[in-house]
């Protein structure tokens, strides 16, 4: 088969696309199947696309992408499936999709792993609601040949439009990149306390600011590490920031004790797809998440990490780890034996591989 890929980001940069699929392409040429990737941004600029203001520097991004997909068209007869991640464009309506679909009779993939009919940005204007056009999300889950969905919540959504929905989760390359048996730790008194995430998800670390002050306080050798692309702007005194970096991001969630995960209960992170409980995880790293969504079912509480909802679990989770130092091995282990079974590329090979069958 011949595959091609429409994506928002450029190959590397996007943990979304690197964990959903980029790293199957091993798989897909195993299998003997070719593929071609397009991404909408460009490589050296594509981050300028989400700075704030730039106003004229964002439209001359948008006009490129648009113009590469328009670019795209003539060739789509030599394609097999049209793997469609996300959007083919970021704004307005699925004009790309229904072309594709409708006019160039493909078989479109469609995979996505948040809830895009919605969104989490509470002060988000009119004017930006309409040129987002999050409806055509129905619109390209009815028009595809099968839809790929991260977790259980968005499977629901996909099928209320599709009878063709397939599970496939966010996964972890247990064997070669998060493999702690590759990794050594140093030795430290100190234990840190750690989160990784985008610049739009560091809001989140906001709902445990105060019981993180109070851990700060109660245990003086605790630290507090964020890896992100933005640093954050919370108050703790023993907070470092680590940028995030492809080339030395395992090392340096490596250096975590304790991963953290924290999500406000609604319909947005309902969406979310566990993806900083599995790495942490798969690096045997005692993790403390919310019970929303698919964390509940990454993390057996109790067993192979805790699930806490209310300040006081997630204060009371934090001390048991960082007062238990069997506690926090005990999780490890068995926190990257759930990952390897069940959210690994290992065991979701054949899940991915039927997408295209």
Not at 118 to 143: M, P, Y
Not at 270 to 294: D, E, H, R
Request: proline fraction near 5%; aromatic fraction near 12%; hydrophobic fraction near 40%.
């Amino acid at each position: 088969m011949n595959i091609l890929f429409l994506v928002p980001y450029p190959l590397n940069e996007s943990p979304s696309q690197r964990f959903r699929f980029e790293q199957y392409f091993g798989v897909l040429k195993q299998q003997g199947h070719s593929f071609q990737v397009e991404p909408f941004l460009e490589p050296k600029t594509w981050q300028h696309f989400y700075d704030s203001g730039r106003a004229f520097s964002k439209s001359l991004l948008l006009v490129k992408g648009l113009l590469r997909r328009l670019s795209i068209l003539p060739a789509l007869f030599k394609f097999d499936f049209v793997f469609i991640h996300r959007e083919a464009a970021p704004l307005g309506p699925p004009v790309f999709e229904w072309l594709i679909t409708q006019v160039f009779r493909k078989k479109v993939i469609y995979d996505f792993d948040d809830a895009l009919w919605l969104t989490d940005r509470i002060d988000e204007g009119l004017l930006l609601k309409s040129i987002k056009w999050r409806s055509k999300i129905k619109a390209i889950c009815r028009w595809s040949y099968k839809v790929s969905c991260g977790n259980e919540y968005l499977c629901s959504y996909a099928r209320r439009y599709n009878d063709q929905v397939i599970y496939n989760p966010t996964t972890i390359d247990t064997e070669v990149l998060h493999n702690p048996d590759r990794l050594s730790k140093s030795r430290s008194d100190a234990i840190t306390v750690g989160w990784t995430g985008s610049h739009s998800t560091l809001k989140y670390l906001r709902l445990i600011e105060d019981i993180l002050q109070d851990i700060e306080r109660d245990f003086p050798t605790v630290q507090f590490l964020v890896i992100a692309d933005k640093k954050p702007d919370l108050n703790l005194k023993s907070l470092r920031y680590k940028p995030w970096r492809i080339d030395t991001e395992i090392e340096d969630l490596f250096e975590f004790d304790i991963g953290i995960m924290p999500l406000p209960d609604d319909e947005w992170a309902k969406g979310k797809c566990a993806f900083k409980a599995l790495q942490y995880m798969a690096l045997q790293i005692p993790t403390i998440a919310s019970p929303v969504g698919v964390n509940s079912a990454v993390i057996d509480h109790g067993l192979n990490g805790f699930l806490a909802a209310s300040p006081a679990e997630w204060k009371n989770c934090l001390k048991l780890l960082i007062n238990g130092k069997n506690l926090r091995t005990e999780f490890g282990k068995m926190g990257r034996k759930k990952v390897a079974h069940q959210y690994s590329v290992l065991s979701n090979k054949a899940a991915f591989l039927s997408l295209f069958g």
